[in-house]
Every structure is written in structure tokens, then in C-alpha cells.
């Protein structure tokens, strides 16, 4: 390594020692932590995607948030090239870089990991960054902190996109990569085209049973109320009220928001009664979560929920009826269907019933994007809102091309409305990660086409009775998993345990798994009633307790 960069590197790190006492590791959705201790990470990564965009010779993304956790949070991910999350084979580097003890020891770790990988370094490479934050009070400071760490690698500029909700950021590295145009402006101006060309595409003979020409959504006092009440200015035909806009209304997630939302079944602040009959739904922190409510009249903020499953079987139910319009090419599109272990029961059910292909992964969007990315269309949602669908640059280049012949037959027609359709979504919802702005105009449109009322949509099964509790413990990684995280293969017996509890209820189901994002074991349970998924949930729970106790007394 040149002794110019050499020196670069040491004396910008000394301003960002490592906090005594913390381990950082690259999660769920890269590093989260109480934002009084991120610096040093921050820095860190900033010089981590210096180098994947020396290394990939293309632009990446940083985004700094914690989505759905707490305000006093904050977090930091990179976006790929593609747009997607940062390819798993950097993360044990990432780990490493982020726990350097101090300059000398980051430096080696750069210089070694430089070498093993080729990477092009030095006077006269380019390297570029697009940096994204959100509305957290600690986001500015670590911003300095990412910039910082960008610019300790010469050649590499690293570009502040503002305050963006995160999926925003990750389709203006895509598009730039693309050589698409990448501003947030061409952000709103296609969704909001793709949402009237689907407007447009509507059969007319379609009877409607709505009454409701509304949506509320609850933008989690974060940013994405904030660009939501942005992107609504250029939608015609769709009316939407945002609260918890951002706008001082309360406090960042607190009682707000679709985590909120999803695990508590209760609705969010800023909501009331007099909202029953409406149709509500919630972003969370980054606005990458999207889950649907009505509120339930004279029951105590409950709602009906209508989670990420039910999101993912609206889109399927759509997407597979464009496929079968589209007669010639029926039984050689591939469309593929990932969920998590978390998915509902009633739903991975009623989606196999549709003769759909699901499989599951383990829990983040790392992992359901990649399976999605092997279909023609793949579809992937987490049951918390977690999700988009995807299409292969091959599917979408035969749907262009189909496109260009003229029919004259009635079923040539259609076939052609349905591959327009098609296209259409391909540029409303976005390829490149979960995205609730794309995803709540596409469940708009779609209710809209099929003539469903919320109600009508959250008949398509039943839920089962479930429960989700987190646990506190010392050492939640004690707790490893395997068969996408249905199954705990340390600490011994532990699932035995949760095999006897399961046993004793009525279409019961459990697992346990450390969080990625917060220091807590979640438990997850579901039975036929609510009582036995309380139970069972809350039995589970204590054994997690007692075997990790036992675990760590070792
Ligand atoms: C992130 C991930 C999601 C994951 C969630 C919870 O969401 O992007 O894929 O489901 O964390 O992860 P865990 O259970 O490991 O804490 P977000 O919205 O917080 O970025």
C-alpha cells in the first residue's frame, strides 16, 4: 500500500477508536447498535464499500438507519451494485474490520484483504458512494463519520443522496448502475407513471364492492410519511391520508409503525375508532415494511391485521392470473414463491393450494431475494412486510419483445394487456429490495383491478392463532439454527423441549432464533386458538431461559 494512503488511512481511524468492551457483527441488515457507540463502525464501513466499489468497479450504497428499532438506535448496510443487500462473502470481513482493536490492526486487515482479493488500489482508481440516511437525530453525525471513512480511500468520493427512506437508496445505486436516470425525483416519476399505466390497464366490466376510495397509512414517524406525502402529489386516482408523517406527530417507532403494528395487532398512534371502515396501513422506521389493518370497532385498539402474507398472496394471486392471460407462454414461466418460517400456516397452505411453489429461507430479505432472483418471477415476503417480486432480466426482455407483435384475436389482446401489465409492476415495485412506497401503490392498484374491499381481501384464509415474544438473554448466539431456522441445533435438547410443548396443542408450531437486528432470542408460536399460541409461545420461552442459562454456566 502506498505510504500516501497509508497515512490517509491512520489518521483518520485515530479519530474513530473502537468503544472498550463491544463486538459488532454484520446482522440481519448489517450493524445495528445504540447509536452512541456506531462511529467507529460507521467509519469502517465507509472504507468497506470504498472497496466493494474499487472491487465491483461500480457504485454502492451506504444507508445508515435502524429501521424498526428504537429512536436511540442507528445502523449501517450496504447496498450491492445491483441494488441488493451486500454479498454475504464480504460480511466475515465486515465483522473484522468493524472489530479492529485499533489503526494498526485495521490497516493489516485492509492491506491483507486487499491483496487476496485483487483489488484495484491506489492513485488513480475511482471509487464511488452514495450515502443515504433517516430521520434519526444520530444519523447526521454518523453520516460525517461514513464520509469520512469513504474519503480515507484516495479515488473515492462518496456522495450524500440526503435523507432517503432505505429502499429509495438502494434503486438509485441500481439505476446508476443501469445507467438509468437515479434522482428521487425519477424515483416518484416511476412509480407514479407504472401506477397509472396499471390505472390505465384495468378491465372495465370488473364489478367493485368497495365502498372505501381511501387509504391511512401511518408512515411510523419516520421518513417514509415524509416521502410518501411526496410521491402521493404525482398519483391520480388514488386518495391517501399520511399520519405520523415525521412531522413532530410522536416519537420515531414508539407506539407506531408496522413492527408495532404486526406483533401487537393493536393500531398505531394517531389512529382511532372512528378509523374502523377504513382502509389503514403502517410503514416502519425506513419505510421497507408494509402491512395493512382495519380497526376494530369497541375492542381496544385491536385491529384485523393483514400482515405480509396476506401482501404476498395478493400479489400472487394477481401475478398468476397475468401469467395465464398470457396463454402461449403459460407452462414456461417459472414463478416461485419464498417465504420464512414465520409466514403464517393458513398462508404457505392456501398459496400450495394455488399450486404455487414455495420454499423458505432463514429470516432477512439477504436471503429470500437471493431465491426469489432464480425464478422468471419470484415473489418473496416476510410475514412482518418484508418484500417485492422479482423479474429475471430474460422474462422481462420476452415480454418486451412479445409486446412489439400486433394481435388480432381477443386472446391476443388480453395476452398483451397482461404482459403490459407486467412491465408495469416490474417498474412499480422495486427490484432492488422490500419497498413500502412501491408496495403499498401496488396493493392499490391491485385491489382496484380486482374490485376487493380490505375485507374481501383479508377473507382469502384465516389466520392461524400466533404469538411472537422476544427474550432477554447473556449470549443470544448461544441459540444456532438450522433448516431455515425451523429447527435449533445448540443448545442440545433445547429442541426437544420445544418438540414436547408443540406436541400438547392442536395444529401447534414453534421456533426459536437469535435476533439479527436486537440482543434478544424471538420466539414464535402458533396453535389453533389464541390461547394455546399464548401458551405455547410462553412455555417455549422458559425453556429458551432455562437451556441458555444452563449454556452459559458451562
Ligand atoms: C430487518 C431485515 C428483515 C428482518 C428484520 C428482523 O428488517 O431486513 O429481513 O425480518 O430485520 O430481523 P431479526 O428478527 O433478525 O431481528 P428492518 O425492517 O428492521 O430492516
Same mark, same amino acid.
Request: some cysteine; glycine content about 8%; overall charge negative.
Given at each position: 500500500m502506498a505510504a500516501d494512503q497509508q497515512l490517509a488511512l491512520f489518521q483518520t481511524a485515530s479519530a474513530f477508536p473502537l468503544p472498550p468492551g463491544v463486538k459488532f457483527s454484520y446482522g440481519t441488515a448489517g450493524f445495528r447498535a445504540d447509536a452512541s457507540i456506531l462511529a467507529s463502525t460507521v467509519f469502517r464501513v465507509g472504507i468497506l464499500a470504498s472497496l466493494r466499489s474499487l472491487k465491483t468497479q461500480s457504485v454502492?450504497?451506504?444507508?445508515?438507519?435502524?429501521?424498526?428499532?428504537?429512536?436511540?438506535?442507528?445502523?449501517?448496510?450496504?447496498?450491492?451494485?445491483?441494488?441488493?443487500?451486500?454479498?454475504?462473502?464480504? #460480511?466475515?470481513? @465486515?465483522?473484522?474490520?468493524?472489530?479492529?482493536?485499533?489503526?494498526?490492526?485495521?490497516?493489516?486487515?485492509?492491506?491483507?484483504?486487499?491483496?487476496?482479493?485483487?483489488?484495484?488500489?491506489?492513485?488513480?482508481?475511482?471509487?464511488?458512494?452514495?450515502?443515504?440516511?433517516? &430521520?434519526?437525530?444520530?444519523?447526521?453525525?454518523?453520516?460525517?463519520?461514513?464520509?469520512?471513512?469513504?474519503?480515507?480511500?484516495?479515488?473515492?468520493?462518496?456522495?450524500?443522496?440526503?435523507?432517503? /427512506?432505505?429502499?429509495?437508496?438502494?434503486?438509485?445505486?441500481?439505476?446508476?448502475?443501469?445507467?438509468?436516470?437515479?434522482?428521487?425525483?425519477? *424515483?416518484?416519476?416511476?412509480?407514479?407513471?407504472?401506477?397509472?399505466?396499471?390505472?390505465?390497464?384495468?378491465?372495465?366490466?370488473?364489478?367493485?364492492?368497495? /365502498?372505501?376510495?381511501?387509504?391511512?397509512?401511518?408512515?411510523?414517524?419516520?421518513?417514509?410519511?415524509?416521502?410518501?406525502?411526496?410521491?402521493k402529489q404525482g398519483v391520480k386516482g388514488l386518495e391517501i391520508e399520511v399520519r405520523n408523517s415525521g412531522k413532530g406527530e410522536g416519537i420515531l417507532n414508539a407506539g407506531v409503525g408496522a413492527d408495532f403494528v404486526q406483533k401487537e395487532k393493536l393500531f398505531p398512534g394517531g389512529f382511532g375508532e372512528s378509523d374502523s371502515g377504513t382502509r389503514c396501513a403502517s410503514l416502519d422506521g425506513d419505510a421497507d415494511r408494509l402491512v395493512y389493518f382495519c380497526v376494530l370497532k369497541g375492542n381496544s385498539k385491536k385491529v384485523d391485521l393483514v400482515d405480509g402474507d396476506k401482501i404476498l398472496s395478493l400479489f400472487a394471486i394477481f401475478i398468476k392470473e397475468q401469467m395465464s392471460l398470457l396463454e402461449e407462454k403459460k407452462e414456461k414461466i417459472k414463478l416461485g414463491i419464498v417465504q420464512t418460517a414465520y409466514a403464517n400456516g393458513a398462508s404457505t397452505d392456501f398459496l400450495?393450494?394455488?399450486?404455487?411453489?414455495?420454499?423458505? /429461507?432463514? /429470516?432477512?430479505?439477504?436471503?429470500?431475494?437471493?431465491?426469489?432472483?432464480?425464478?422468471?418471477?419470484?415473489? *418473496?415476503?416476510?410475514?412482518?412486510?418484508?418484500? &417485492?417480486?422479482?423479474?429475471?432480466?430474460?422474462?422481462?426482455?420476452?415480454?418486451?419483445?412479445?409486446?412489439?407483435?400486433?394481435?388480432?384475436?381477443?386472446?391476443?389482446?388480453?395476452?398483451?394487456? @397482461? @404482459?403490459?401489465?407486467?412491465?408495469a409492476v416490474s417498474k412499480l415495485i422495486n427490484q432492488a429490495v422490500g419497498d413500502a412506497l412501491s408496495g403499498l401503490l401496488l396493493v392499490e392498484v391491485i385491489l382496484l383491478y380486482l374490485g376487493w374491499s380490505i375485507e374481501r381481501w383479508n377473507e382469502l384464509y384465516q389466520d392461524l392463532p400466533s404469538r411472537q415474544i422476544k427474550v432477554s438473554v447473556a449470549d443470544r448466539m448461544a441459540i444456532t439454527t438450522t433448516n431455515a431456522e425451523?429447527?435449533?441445533? &445448540?443448545?442440545?435438547?433445547?429442541? #426437544? @423441549?420445544?418438540?414436547?410443548?408443540?406436541?400438547?396443542?392442536?395444529?401447534?408450531?414453534?421456533?426459536?432464533?437469535?435476533?439479527?437486528?436486537?440482543?434478544?432470542?424471538?420466539?414464535?408460536?402458533?396453535?389453533?386458538?389464541?390461547?394455546?399460541?399464548d401458551c405455547l409461545a410462553q412455555s417455549v420461552a422458559e425453556h429458551v431461559k432455562h437451556f441458555l442459562a444452563l449454556a452459559t454456566s458451562n
Open positions: 454502492i450504497g451506504l444507508m445508515i438507519t435502524a429501521s424498526h428499532n428504537q429512536v436511540s438506535d442507528n445502523g449501517v448496510k450496504i447496498s450491492d451494485p445491483s441494488g441488493g443487500m451486500m454479498t454475504q462473502e464480504w #460480511e466475515p470481513f @465486515a465483522d473484522a474490520l468493524a472489530n479492529a482493536s485499533d489503526p494498526d490492526d485495521l490497516f493489516k486487515l485492509i492491506n491483507q484483504f486487499v491483496i487476496n482479493n485483487n483489488i484495484p488500489f491506489g492513485r488513480g482508481q475511482y471509487a464511488e458512494v452514495l450515502l443515504g440516511r433517516d &430521520t434519526r437525530p444520530s444519523g447526521k453525525a454518523l453520516l460525517e463519520a461514513a464520509k469520512q471513512g469513504v474519503n480515507a480511500v484516495i479515488g473515492a468520493i462518496a456522495v450524500d443522496m440526503g435523507i432517503l /427512506t432505505t429502499p429509495q437508496l438502494h434503486w438509485m445505486v441500481r439505476c446508476r448502475n443501469k445507467g438509468l436516470k437515479a434522482s428521487e425525483s425519477d *424515483y416518484f416519476a416511476q412509480l407514479s407513471d407504472a401506477f397509472g399505466c396499471l390505472m390505465d390497464l384495468r378491465s372495465q366490466t370488473i364489478e367493485t364492492n368497495r /365502498t372505501d376510495s381511501k387509504v391511512i397509512v401511518d408512515g411510523a414517524n419516520g421518513v417514509g410519511g415524509k416521502k410518501l406525502e411526496e410521491l400450495k393450494q394455488m399450486d404455487l411453489e414455495v420454499v423458505l /429461507t432463514p /429470516t432477512g430479505v439477504k436471503y429470500l431475494h437471493e431465491k426469489a432472483a432464480e425464478y422468471d418471477i419470484g415473489i *418473496y415476503f416476510e410475514a412482518n412486510g418484508h418484500g &417485492t417480486i422479482l423479474f429475471s432480466e430474460n422474462f422481462l426482455h420476452w415480454l418486451e419483445t412479445r409486446n412489439a407483435e400486433v394481435s388480432h384475436t381477443s386472446a391476443g389482446f388480453e395476452a398483451q394487456k @397482461a @404482459a403490459l401489465r407486467l412491465l425451523t429447527l435449533v441445533v &445448540t443448545p442440545p435438547c433445547l429442541q #426437544e @423441549a420445544i418438540n414436547s410443548e408443540v406436541a400438547k396443542h392442536s395444529r401447534g408450531r414453534s421456533f426459536v432464533r437469535p435476533s439479527g437486528t436486537e440482543n434478544v432470542v424471538r420466539v414464535y408460536a402458533e396453535a389453533s386458538t389464541q390461547q394455546a399460541a
